[in-house]
T-cell receptor, first 114, second 111 residues
């Protein structure tokens, strides 16, 4: 079975731009969660989607948004980029609700904001 | 919210056992996980334990859970150079889907 895939793997943007990251979960998995990893803040939960509905959201500003499609693929969007948004963005999938099933992570998208 | 703490660094000689420790504040954590992250890579699930268990062994990995002290540990037997990575413990609660991660412990293997 193929693992979680994320595209693109690397991105360079400038302040004020917006960006969309994509995550394809493991086949059959219905839950997708997003995390931000920075040296200063560590790994922080962004949000989780299950069956196209956002079920849980972390403590991030409204510039961070996401969605999930009927095939369980998910996208994350960050608008009006700031320097502090530079991070590794990780996506994880699980068969059911992430609180009840183990989450498997993708390789991440490294976003650099200049 | 939950806080999860780990020591930042651990150095171990090749062939010795590594013990990585984690403490957490939320006693209602239902699932506790250990993830491994190698440079430039995502997180690899190593093992997990349910809160109603005290110990779980999986080949070279042994997880110990002390619920009274809210302490979780990961023991890696016969540590190899390929075990060099950052190890994260994480917890989640039934019905609350997010994972709360520790700061990560960087394991360095001394030849």
């Amino acid at each position: 079975k193929a693992g979680v895939t994320q595209t693109p793997r690397y991105l360079i943007k400038t302040r004020g731009q917006q960006v969309t990251l994509s995550c394809s979960p493991i086949s059959g998995h219905r839950s997708v969660s997003w995390y931000q990893q920075t040296p200063g803040q560590g790994l922080q939960f962004l949000f989780e989607y299950f069956s196209e509905t956002q079920r849980n959201k972390g403590n991030f500003p409204g510039r961070f948004s996401g969605r999930q499609f009927s095939n369980s693929r998910s996208e994350m969007n960050v608008s009006t980029l700031e320097l502090g948004d530079s991070a590794l963005y990780l996506c994880a999938s699980s068969p059911g609700l992430a609180g009840t099933d183990t989450q498997y992570f993708g390789p991440g998208t490294r976003l650099t904001v200049l | 919210g939950e806080d999860v703490e780990q020591s930042l660094f651990l150095s171990v000689r090749e062939g010795d056992s590594s013990v990585i420790n984690c403490t957490y504040t939320d006693s209602s954590s239902t699932y506790l996980y250990w993830y491994k992250q190698e440079p430039g890579a995502g997180l690899q699930l190593l093992t997990y334990i349910f809160s109603n268990m005290d110990m779980k062994q999986d080949q070279r990995l042994t997880v110990l859970l002390n619920k009274k002290d809210k302490h979780l540990s990961l023991r890696i037997a016969d540590t190899q150079t390929g075990d060099s990575a950052i190890y994260f413990c994480a917890g989640s609660n039934f019905g609350n889907e997010k994972l709360t991660f520790g700061t990560g412990t960087r394991l360095t293997i001394i030849p």
